[in-house]
């Protein structure tokens, strides 16, 4: 059976989270969290998704997004995972 469709509406204020498969380290240097740094502000300049808070953490990351249009958090959330 399929996963219910995710909300992503305009204006809606979501948390995204992704985690390591088996929760195993993602960011394993410093540089690793520049560079995925690098790849969510090159995503907001994409898409029209505004960023209220981040975390990152060796295993995981979180993200607090308001999508200021229709669908943009899931292309935000495609080019950030891809």
């Not at 204006?11 to 979501?14: A, E, L, M, N």
């Not at 989270?17 to 088996?22: D, E, F, M, P, Y």
């Not at 690793?32 to 560079?35: E, I, L, R």
């Given at each position: 059976?399929?996963?219910p469709t995710r909300a992503d509406e305009a204006?809606?204020?979501?948390h995204a989270?992704?985690?390591?498969?088996?929760r195993s380290t993602i960011f394993h240097k410093d540089e690793?969290?520049?560079?995925f740094e690098r790849i969510i502000?090159?995503?907001l300049e994409r898409y029209d998704v505004e960023l209220f808070a981040?975390?990152?953490m060796p295993n995981h990351w979180h993200l607090v997004l308001r999508p200021v249009e229709d669908g943009a958090?899931?292309?935000i959330?495609?080019?950030i995972t891809a």
């Open positions: 059976m399929p996963r204006g809606g204020i979501y989270l992704n985690r390591g498969n088996a690793d969290y520049v560079a502000s090159e995503g981040y975390q990152l958090m899931s292309q959330m495609r080019w």
